[in-house]
């Protein structure tokens, strides 16, 4: 049998080969979770100043453009700012959306269903659900993953943020819950991709204009694999080719595999007469061009009206001054 000393040493021992063989892994341990700590993004809120009560809120950015890789991450950042008078409770969504088949109507969000080219299971907030006080702001990171299989061309979702009734509101009969999203436009590719589109139509929505405003409809096509960003202008110019003036064509997004028409308005001091609108629209991409033309007539019921009416009034007061005239002569 052993003795009590040299039992007491073998225990002793025992105990420093367990505590040297368990340290390092606890270490590993350690620095596994201090690393995916590290990578979760934080929200922070702020109290802002004269802030009025609207009892809505406001989101920001309301779209994001971002170029990425497969297997990249990256995080962008919301700001969500409260104009309710009360203490709220908000909840975070994302839902994939598409282009919809009329050209006049814009995006589908397609709630638990998802798009043909879904990317709403890349997007992880900081937090799924919070709270804010009247004022209160709340920057709210989103990382976006990537997966390293992830189909070239462009993907698009949308993060919701929308409000919560209370459980004491919920069974007070009528509740209302306000929801505001953010875009998210991603493509996806390194270089790889289609880009194609063309501005297919130009046109007035009316050929004559008895008034203000005369509006322009403009029709893009995009044919690629990701989304385009068209913008121009359009100069007008008058029966005789001279130039009156230019109406700015602010850019506007086409998704993959649509159409879109954008509008603009035009509105000058005095027009009448035929004139001759030159659209001038950047496609988006190295560095094309679209030009197409198109013809309207402005004439304004009130002025011609007016005209037409002075002339009758003259050719009576005339008529009337020269049949006096004649009555007294043969007196």
Known sequence: MLSKNRLVKVILFGILIGVFLVTPILS????????????????????????????????????????????????????????????????VGVEDFTAQEDPE?????????????????WFQPAVWKF????????????????????????????????????????????????RVGSLFLLSIGDGEVKTQGELVSFKTSKKIYGSWPVTFELNFKNEGDVHLTPFGKIIISNLFGKTIDQATVKDWV??????????????????????TATAQIERGYNNLTDVKTTTFYVLPVKVIGGVLGGLIILAVLFKFFTAKFEIRKKK
């Open 28 to 91: 590993v341990q350690a620095e596994e979770k201090t690393v995916t700590e590290s990578q979760i993004p934080q929200v922070k809120i702020e109290q802002l100043e004269g802030v009025e009560v609207h009892n809505d809120f406001s989101i920001g950015p309301t779209k994001f453009s971002l170029d990425l890789k497969p297997g990249e991450e990256t995080v962008a950042e919301l700001q969500i700012t409260s104009r309710i008078e009360k203490k709220t409770d908000f909840e």
């Open 105 to 121: 109507r814009y995006t589908q969000f397609l709630g638990e269903e998802k798009s043909q080219f879904s990317s709403k299971e």
């Open 131 to 178: 709270t804010l006080k009247h004022g209160e702001r709340i920057y709210l990171p989103i990382k976006i993953t990537v997966p390293q299989d992830a189909e070239v061309g462009g993907h698009y979702s949308v993060v919701f943020v929308k409000t919560v009734p209370k459980e004491d509101e919920k069974g007070s009969g009528i509740t209302l819950s306000s």
């Open 254 to 275: 086409v998704l993959r595999s649509s159409s879109r028409v954008q509008r603009v308005e035009w509105k000058q001091g005095f027009a009448l007469g035929k004139y």
